[in-house]
């Protein structure tokens, strides 16, 4: 029988190790809003549950566009959170380079990420020079045009099945007091609509020789000129939108007062929240009902190395729970987006979620744009959006020329 002192030596050199192993991780990210802030809290609880470990969460509100320069600035100036969101693509890319974040490659190997991700090009959007620099946690899309049921009921004409029919039934819904798209007056969100058009009205290759190849000509040419007539549309159907945040958007439509809003998969988070029930509540056309398609854009946690043994340690432990199968359906499930792995049961997922999984399985999807152009490349891009929808003396052929200017000079 073990002596009591031995007995007493290793219990206390085991509290010591638990001790000293227990830590607090902050992280930082941008979901504030209900949707969001439901699925990022089943991360906060599986952290807080699974782990020894405890979650002080670092929100910061306000779209990406906000919070990426404060995650940056604190990491590049020395005060690094233990993780933080970026966007799936080349958004950490500088960060990486100069050697300030954590490598994963020893979670992933341990964890077999390469053989659990799906689709794989995910984690060569985390991977920098044959080394993984981040957890994958969902793939959202954009290609998402979202409907009210109640907007169109009200104005008396059927629930659009495509991009057409939603254009062709704008006046019935401005005759009936209704702003037929709702559109917050963000770079972001314009930017995000027209990437969205380009892809569901114009062959994929299109797309890809303008975001891929940076091709000036087919950038100013006559098919994407087709795109700069589309957003012109969205332009007046969204004119009376006077909102800011994507979410105050959603709500026009939750509240019946905006038909329809292009938007990626999150918004169904607000529906969800606000108890509205797909294919019931509101419709949402993949592709705006015009092609099946999605983009493989989504959400990453990136880790900035840290001078300390047991936040190194948890930070190890976090991006392995990230890709965990309770994990991955809990939050995506709450994110409206969907899982990075294929084999998670998602049975409990909505109308939408489930067409969104069809499509996925069905067509390959094409990259996002943050995988293949740079933050600065897409700032542009935004500027102009934002001077076009707020300029209506700014016609769609001269943003065209603008537009195949800033790729002409794209990286
Ligand atoms: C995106 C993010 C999504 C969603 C959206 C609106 O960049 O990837 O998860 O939160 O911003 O905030």
């Keep these: 029988m073990k002596s009591i002192r031995t007995i007493l030596t290793v219990t206390s050199a085991l509290c010591v190790v638990g001790a000293a192993q227990a830590t607090e991780l902050e992280v ?3 979901w504030t809003s209900g949707g969001e802030a439901a699925a990022v809290a089943e991360l906060a609880k599986a952290f807080n549950e699974k782990t020894e470990h405890s979650w002080k969460d670092g929100a910061i509100a306000g779209s990406g566009n906000t919070a990426r320069p404060v995650m940056i600035s604190r990491i590049t100036g020395g ?25 994963l490659t020893d979670v992933a190997e341990a964890e077999g990420w390469k053989d659990i991700v799906n689709p794989p090009s995910l984690l060569d959007a985390c991977t920098v020079d044959g080394k993984i620099y981040c957890a994958p946690l969902n793939i959202h899309s954009w290609q998402w045009l979202w409907l009210s049921d109640a907007a169109y009921k009200t104005a008396g004409v059927p629930v659009p099945t495509n991009w057409s029919e939603f254009v062709a039934a704008a006046p019935a819904l401005k005759a009936a007091g209704i702003v037929p798209m709702a ?3 963000q770079g ?5 609509a027209f990437d969205v058009l380009m892809i569901a009205l114009l062959p994929n290759d299109v797309y890809l020789k303008v975001y891929s190849d940076k091709d000036a000509e087919v950038a100013g040419g006559a098919e994407v000129a087709k795109i700069f007539e589309a957003i012109d549309q969205a332009r007046s159907m969204a004119a009376d939108s006077n909102i800011q945040d994507w979410n ?3 709500n026009m439509l939750i509240t019946g007062k905006a038909g329809g809003q292009i ?23 993949p592709g705006l009902g015009e092609k099946n398609i999605l983009t493989t854009g989504g959400d990453a946690f990136y880790f900035p190395k840290l001078d300390d043994a047991e936040k190194t340690a ?3 432990e976090l991006a392995a729970l990230m890709l965990s199968p309770e994990v991955q359906v809990a939050f ?3 994110k409206g987006s969907l899982p990075v792995r294929g084999d998670v049961d998602l049975s409990a997922a909505n109308d939408c979620m489930q067409k969104g999984l069809a499509v996925l399985k069905n067509a390959e999807p094409l990259p996002g744009a943050d995988q293949l152009i740079t933050q600065d490349t897409t700032k542009q891009i935004e500027d102009l959006m934002v001077e076009f929808f707020a300029d209506p003396s700014l016609t769609a052929a001269a943003a065209q020329e603008r537009f195949a200017e800033i790729i002409a000079s794209a990286e």
């Design 314 to 316: 948890a930070q190890g």
């Design 248 to 250: 105050q958007a959603t």
């Design 263 to 285: 938007m990626g998969d999150w918004a169904q988070g607000e529906f969800a929240i606000a108890g509205k029930v797909a294919g019931t509540d509101y419709h949402c056309l």
């Design 28 to 30: 930082t990210h941008w």
């Design 183 to 185: 559109m917050g007056q």
């Design 79 to 103: 005060d690094p959170m233990a993780a933080t969101q970026f966007n799936h693509g080349r958004q950490a890319e500088e960060l990486v380079e100069a050697g300030l974040m954590r490598d």
């Design 332 to 334: 995506n499930l709450k």
């Design 188 to 192: 972001w969100q314009q930017k995000g």
